[in-house]
């Protein structure tokens, strides 16, 4: 599909190619005209597109409004109609030595995958971070804030559990609640109360956020493990092709952009928000801690929230949200597929396996040159 892979990769194709596209005519290549390449144009009632565009939505983007309001934006006449117009002049390619590229969009520092932009599965952050952060919070909504891979299925199950005071599984995927990955539109419709998740570095949070000072709870991991899980998490979801040692170029680069944004920079200003905003309420969750003693920590959260939590609770939403229960919940009861996708492995230490010596070497390096508070809780 056109739009949905670089140029590098359709090029290197064997033809007869056929390509496939849902853009404009202004968006082919220039080439297509000049070569007056031949073109299949195929229609269908457009009250049945909406119809079919609406179940797309919903599973693609995690739209999670009624069919009468997806039909305010599919007639939308004043564009953009949704968050996915992509102008090519904001993508922004990044490259290692090897031949890999990873092509982003992005705004305040923060970056997504244009391929999943362009395919409709997220909104263009270029446009809907701005847009996200004049958005209107309540008082009462909860932001979990966690870098990418560092346990937000994880908690945020465990989360909607201790406010409905049932450890059953929320009907939706995290996914429908992820600030970034959703327009604002669509995150305001949402019910209370309302658990926000998101990847995102202070700065690009709501402002009511700040006003209204949000509860807040903060998802630490061990980065060796992040960068392991978020290289598999990258070979499926933007079709990364290179190695392991060759993912760990982009993961270790330190001038951005980088995917979503750099580790060190989003933990140290994370650190730094808790560190000057003592009257914010932050509670810090560490992923091995949580693995370790979920019971106690589950408890812990439940405090922080102010909800009731018995052992009798905590237990059974110790044992619900166990590594291989959510993922299946996530795969039957959500009716999802992103647990092929999202669920690996859960392991503490994962990155023995994966790393070399001198990977190592290198990435303690990393870490010294940017020393954060959680460093000395991790086995590094």
């Known amino acids: 599909m056109y739009e949905f892979q670089i140029p590098e990769n359709l090029q290197t194709l064997e033809p007869p190619r056929v390509f496939n596209t849902h853009v404009r005519p202004n968006n082919l290549p220039e080439q297509f005209f000049e070569k007056r390449c031949k073109t299949v144009f195929v229609q269908r009632n457009p009250k049945d597109i909406a119809v079919s565009f609406y179940y797309h939505y919903k599973d693609l983007i995690k739209f999670g409004g ?22 090519e002049d904001d993508v922004i390619s990044i490259h290692d030595n090897h031949g890999n590229t990873i092509e982003l969009l992005g705004s305040g520092g ?43 299925h994880w908690t945020w199950e465990i989360m909607t559990m201790l406010l409905q005071q049932s450890a059953e599984y929320h009907p939706h995927e995290k996914e429908s609640y992820m600030y970034e990955l959703q327009i604002p539109e669509t995150l305001q419709a949402l019910e209370p109360p309302r658990v926000f998740n998101t990847h995102v570095r202070p700065n690009n949070l709501p402002e009511q956020f700040f006003e209204k000072r949000c509860k807040t709870v903060f998802v630490q991991r061990n980065p060796k493990d992040i960068s392991v899980s978020f290289y598999y998490h990258c070979k499926n ?14 993961f270790l680069k330190e001038d951005e952009p980088v995917l979503h944004c750099a580790w060190y920079k989003y933990t140290l200003e994370w650190e730094q928000f808790i560190r000057e905003n003592p009257d914010h309420p932050v509670h810090c969750i560490m992923y091995e801690q949580l693995q370790q003693n979920a019971v106690e920590e589950i408890k812990r959260l439940a405090t922080f929230l102010k909800t009731p939590c018995d052992d009798k609770l905590a237990n059974l939403i ?41 990977l190592n070497e290198k990435f303690d390096q990393y870490l010294q040159r940017h020393p954060t508070t959680s460093m000395n809780t991790y086995d590094i």
């Open 66 to 87: 009624t069919f009468k309001q997806f039909m305010d934006f599919f007639l939308k006449e004043d564009e953009p109609a949704s968050e996915t117009n992509v102008s």
């Open 110 to 152: 923060q970056y997504l995958s244009a391929s999943n932009v362009r395919s409709g599965r997220y909104p263009n952050p270029v446009t809907n971070i701005p847009r996200l952060r004049k958005m209107n919070v309540n008082e009462d909504d909860i932001f979990l804030c966690a870098y990418p891979k560092a346990g937000t």
């Open 237 to 250: 979801m933007i079709q990364f092709s290179g190695t392991f040692e060759q993912f760990m170029d982009f």
């Open 318 to 358: 110790a044992e619900k949200c166990s590594f291989q229960n959510l993922k299946n919940a996530t795969l039957k009861v959500k009716k999802g597929e992103m647990s092929k996708i999202l669920f690996r492995k859960g392991m503490v230490g994962d990155w023995k396996t994966h790393f070399t010596v001198a």
